[in-house]
């Protein structure tokens, strides 16, 4: 639920903080402009419409990397690669000899 009262007429972007992908877009319109749109106040988010409200599309923007995830991946890719490979050494080199029976068998 969102609840606030612009006082300010602009284009607000909102994101989730607990996921970064979902966002969204409010315009406030002033006193003397009007919705595009007078019948649904609430749209979709399309580039039509965000070109409508005066928003456009960056391609320059640069997102940092996560060091310490892609850091992290590669410990642990390394750390299984490594028990696999002691897997296959154990049970290769292990003596898979049969031993004598201790007790004589049925005939």
């Known amino acids: 639920m969102f609840a606030f009262t ?9 994101k989730d903080k ?11 319109a002033s006193d003397t402009s009007r919705c595009p749109s007078e019948t649904s106040y609430v749209q979709p988010l399309t580039t039509w419409n ?3 409200y005066g928003g456009s599309q960056s391609n320059d923007v640069i997102k940092d990397i996560d060091t310490w995830l892609v ?4 410990i642990s890719l390394g750390l299984l690669i490594i028990a696999s490979m002691i897997s296959v050494a154990y ?6 000899k049969i ?4 007790t004589k068998g049925y005939r």
Not at 6 to 14: A, R
Not at 18 to 28: G, K, M, R, S, W
């Open 71 to 74: 850091f992290t991946l590669l």
């Open 6 to 14: 612009f006082k300010e007429s602009g284009n607000y972007v909102f």
């Open 91 to 96: 049970c290769l080199h292990k003596s898979w």
């Open 50 to 52: 965000l070109a409508g």
């Open 18 to 28: 607990t996921n970064t992908e979902n966002y969204f877009f409010i315009v406030v």
């Open 99 to 102: 031993g004598q029976a201790k």
